[in-house]
């Protein structure tokens, strides 16, 4: 009888040393799973913003290519490409609201009153109105070109804009090499992303020369 209670206790203390065993295993278990987890929070977290930041900057990368481009228009609208003349109707739907003020100054930063307008659809309706009849004018002896170097970008965000964009206008006699004109602005323009693009909202530009 000795013996078998000597084994019993035995037994007893071998399940115990077991169940202890199995316990500290699923403990350990828990632990590095919560571990794990609070590590892997910081991680996802952190792609998701990485992600973020991704996806601003192809949308800054892509206002920036269609502003520049719509300032590579405005000549080509309003003075013609050569086969195609003058679409100045075009030229305003496509690069402005029509909305705010067209200022111009002069070198010494006085207003040029002749060339403001309160509306830039004001602006756009003169322009309409003296665009040539046919294409090519052989009427004119002259040719004109708005030459817009790439803009400046003072601020931009997925909505709005803010450039400066040197430009020369130049006037010449067709078929020489005789320059009548040449005159030398920089842009100060807003921008604002339409439903149809990329517009200017406000335009203002400085003579140089």
Request: charged share 20%; aromatic share 10%; glycine share 8%.
């Amino acid at each position: 009888m000795k013996i078998k209670w000597i084994h019993g206790w035995t037994r007893i203390a071998q399940l115990g040393t077991g169940l202890i065993g199995c316990v500290a295993v699923i403990v350990a278990t828990q632990s590095t799973g919560a571990s794990a987890q609070s590590h892997d929070e910081p991680d996802a977290n952190g792609l998701a913003q990485r992600l973020a930041n991704v996806e601003y900057a192809q949308e800054i990368t892509e206002a920036k290519l269609e502003i520049t481009q719509q300032q590579s228009l405005y000549g080509l609208l309003f003075n013609g490409d050569g086969p195609n003349g003058p679409d100045r109707k075009k030229w305003g739907d496509q690069i402005f609201t029509g909305d705010e003020p067209f200022l111009a100054y002069d070198a010494n930063l006085n207003l040029i009153a002749s060339q403001s307008f309160e509306h830039m659809s004001d602006e756009i309706e003169g322009a309409i109105a003296s665009q040539p009849k046919v294409w090519p004018n052989t009427a004119n002896p002259n040719g004109s070109m708005h030459f817009m170097f790439a803009p400046v970008f003072d601020s931009i965000t997925p909505t709005t804009a803010v450039t400066r964009t040197p430009s020369v206008s130049i006037n010449a006699e067709k078929g020489t090499q005789k320059v009548n004109t040449i005159t030398i602005r920089v842009y100060w323009d807003t921008w604002k992303k339409t439903d149809a693009g990329w517009r200017k909202v406000t335009s203002t530009w400085y003579r140089l020369d």
